[in-house]
């Protein structure tokens, strides 16, 4: 840890000491909470993520090239094509030409190195709680969260970023953050808080929590999500607690009866912050760079939102509408700003720097192989995609002569394989934005009054149903015109504390199904979909899965046995077995495993994350 850290945590936890001493001088009840942790994931599985470059399965191999109307198959038709190029004649067929650039024979060679990780995960993490009551109606509660990567993870750049984003001054994730590569500290919670009799409101940075479905996120759609601790890897009947995104704001709420409730927020936006590149959970190849366009675009951008809520005996009523910029957001192509020249075509630099691509010898794409499947591996179409780099940045890719193959695989092949020839490895460059959408839900729940210590005795049961006209995701294609969509989404929830024996306490069951028409777990539009060396096949017609979690306490309550498990009903499963050993209130250790298993067809969601099969060891003390 850094020194400049260091002083960083022990600043901020002295201003809280200092706080916590000076507050009851003048008679705020003031207190303070916490806890120190450290985690450790560690892999059960040699497979590396592959959109890392040390996990590329393309690391070392010599992919045969089958450059455009090139005849390379004899040594006379390779000088007669150097030739017509005013370069040197061969004597054989093994010479390199400028770089790994015009091979031959043509091939594509990734010159990098794989590695071998034993640890996904080093994390230490400290976090201070403040709540203090000013009088009857004032209140105020902040939370201070530093967190370190001790960086056990290797890839081949040796300079893993963990946390710094492009969004903010300071590389912090949200206006309230400061992040470096290795270390971020931030306030996720900091607010003032109002109660007069039926009336509440709380100004400031806080989450919006919404949703109450494990994995699924239906009715909590107010925040994004902080994907870069962990993924989505934490117990997942801890429901994303610690992943939403907080923004500031100012949310209040109206009790009109003792049955109905209304409630409002407005809340400035902020995105989802993906895992970043080089990192153990990285989502986005490697191979292409992504432009987050939030500062002088989103960064100024509100939230608003409403619902209503009412109790009615054994029935329970939920309604909301949410008008927000979609925090995942939409990737599209964008132009790469980079003047490299093509090795063989001297002063194409500036031309190549009006289009989504710059030369990139060491870490680029290296062959039409790669392309197509990284595209099937992040749900876009390979075919589709080269043509939208095409039309969507003429007339630089004409004069470049690159041109739409339409829908003719091998033609895309083939020109593919005449770009990555000539330049040696194409790094892609795409951006992603925040489109405006608005959300509809309606949710019920119902408490079942069977007979007494029956299964049905206290079951709850739920439905979440949301709508979202004209939503917009990624094309498949990368297009500059996205992908418009309505989208459903439906979950039914059963969920039951069951005692099955006397020497047992109860334990808590949940059985879920979801349903959503046009994306899929992650968001991804289902029109990318199916992905394979020949482009794309159709995508499919909705998503649906379903899980199953729980947890059973021992007689002493000292220990806690939990599982989620979730099935892709396309094929793909996420389980995750646990236990949780807390001796007294100070101590806590949870151990649970994460294996991902399914079919790697790029139909079920899960394959996407199927390199992240772990164990994963949380040592917790609170004070």
Request: aromatic share 12%; net charge negative; with cysteine.
């Amino acid at each position: 840890m850094k020194r400049s850290e260091k002083r960083l945590i022990a600043g901020l936890m002295g201003s809280c000491a200092l706080v916590g001493l000076v507050m009851p001088a003048f008679g705020v009840d003031f207190s303070i909470s916490g806890f120190v942790q450290q985690q450790i994931a560690v892999k059960i599985t040699d497979q590396e993520n592959p959109n890392n470059q040390a996990g590329d399965p393309f690391n070392g191999k010599k992919v045969p090239l089958e450059p455009l109307g090139a005849d390379l198959g004899s040594l006379q038709a390779v000088n007669n094509l150097l030739s017509s190029l005013s370069l040197p004649q061969l004597n054989d067929l093994t010479n390199p030409l400028l770089g790994s650039s015009v091979t031959v024979p043509p091939t594509g060679y990734r010159d990098v190195r794989s590695t071998s990780n034993d640890f996904n995960l080093m994390m230490t993490r400290i976090e201070v709680n403040m709540q203090a009551a000013i009088d009857a109606n004032w209140s105020a509660s902040a939370t201070v969260r530093a967190v370190y990567d001790w960086n056990p993870y290797k890839d081949v750049s040796g300079n893993n970023n963990f946390y710094e984003t492009q969004f903010h001054s300071g590389g912090g994730g949200t206006p309230l953050e400061y992040a470096e590569k290795d270390f971020m500290v931030d306030l996720p919670n900091a607010t003032i808080n109002y109660t007069n009799g039926s009336f509440y409101a709380k100004l400031g940075n806080q989450q919006i929590a919404w949703g109450e479905a494990v994995f699924f996120r239906v009715m909590d759609v107010p925040n994004g999500l902080d994907l870069r601790r962990h993924l989505i890897l934490d117990p997942g009947l801890e429901e994303y607690s610690d992943k939403r995104v907080p923004g500031l704001g100012l949310r209040m709420s109206y009790q009109l009866t003792p049955d109905w409730e209304v409630e409002g927020f407005i809340q400035k936006f902020e995105p989802s912050i993906f895992p970043t590149p080089s990192s153990p959970y990285n989502l986005i190849p490697d191979q292409f760079t992504l432009h987050e366009r939030y500062r002088g675009y989103a960064d100024d951008l509100w939230n608003v939102g409403g619902r209503i809520r009412a109790q009615l005996g054994d029935l329970g009523l939920q309604f909301i509408a949410v008008s927000r910029h979609n925090p995942d957001g939409a990737i599209r192509w964008t132009k790469s700003g980079v003047d490299k020249d093509i090795p063989i075509l001297p002063g194409s630099g500036k031309t190549l720097a009006e289009t989504p691509f710059e030369v990139d010898q060491e870490r680029g794409v290296k062959s039409q192989e790669e392309w197509f499947y990284y595209a099937g591996a992040v749900r876009l179409d390979g075919v589709q995609a080269l043509n939208s780099a095409v039309d969507d940045f003429q007339p630089s890719t004409g004069a470049l002569t690159a041109y739409n193959v339409g829908e003719d695989p091998a033609l895309a092949r083939a020109e593919l394989d005449t770009f990555f020839w000539l330049s040696g490895g194409l790094r892609g460059h795409i951006e992603r934005i925040f489109p405006y959408e608005n959300v509809f839900g309606a949710s019920a729940n119902y408490v079942f009054s069977g007979s007494p210590g029956s299964f049905m005795e206290q079951l709850i049961g739920r439905v979440e149903l949301t709508y979202t006209p004209n939503k917009v995701y990624t094309a498949p294609s990368l297009g500059k015109d996205f992908l418009v969509e309505d989208e459903w989404a439906f979950a039914a929830v059963a969920e039951k504390w069951y005692r099955w024996s006397e020497d047992f306490p109860a334990a808590y069951l949940v059985a879920q199904y979801i349903y959503k028409s046009a994306s899929d777990l992650f968001s991804r539009n289902l029109q990318g979909y199916g992905g394979d060396e020949n482009g794309l096949h159709g995508g499919i017609s909705n998503y649906q899965a379903v899980a199953f979690a729980g947890f059973q306490p021992s007689p002493s309550l000292e220990w806690r046995f939990e599982w989620a498990v979730l099935y892709d009903l396309r094929g793909g499963w996420y389980i995750q077995p646990g236990v949780r050993w807390k001796p007294d209130d100070k101590w806590q250790v949870d151990l649970h495993a994460t294996v991902i298993a399914g079919k790697d067809d790029n139909k079920n969601a899960v394959s996407s994350i199927d390199f992240a099969d772990e164990i994963s060891l949380r040592v917790t003390y609170q004070f």
